[in-house]
């Protein structure tokens, strides 16, 4: 499956956290800046980008604990220039303005 197709089928199927935190990111509504939604990048398919901040957001499951592959993911992200915050879903799901906060700060060139 090409990585168009991929993230086509991975936004029809986002969790609940990614659903959540895209009502917040989606139309600009965070400051402004447009982010993407299961957007490839190279290899990739990362859950939300803003291309402009070179911002990549991850919301992961359990399943991603100690990941060796995000790992190699985030590494060959940051060499493509991007900065890659990650966030647990229950972080998503239970502290959103916390999350938010971070994206922010780090949206606008902070510490995230």
Not at 39 to 45: M, R, T
Not at 56 to 70: F, K, L, M, T
Request: no cysteine.
């Amino acid at each position: 499956m090409d990585s168009i197709s991929f993230a086509r089928q991975l936004r029809a199927s986002m969790t609940d956290a990614e659903r959540v935190l895209w009502r917040h990111l989606r139309a600009r509504r965070l400051a402004g800046g447009k982010f993407r939604r299961q957007h490839p990048l190279g290899p990739y398919v990362v859950d939300f980008v803003n291309l402009a901040a070179r911002l990549v957001i991850e919301v992961d499951g359990g399943q991603h604990s100690g990941s060796a592959h995000d790992r190699a993911r985030d590494r060959w992200l940051q060499r493509q220039g991007f900065r890659v915050l990650r966030f647990w879903n229950n972080d998503v799901l239970q502290h959103t303005e916390g999350v938010l906060q971070a994206i922010y700060q780090a949206q606008e060139g902070g510490d995230g």
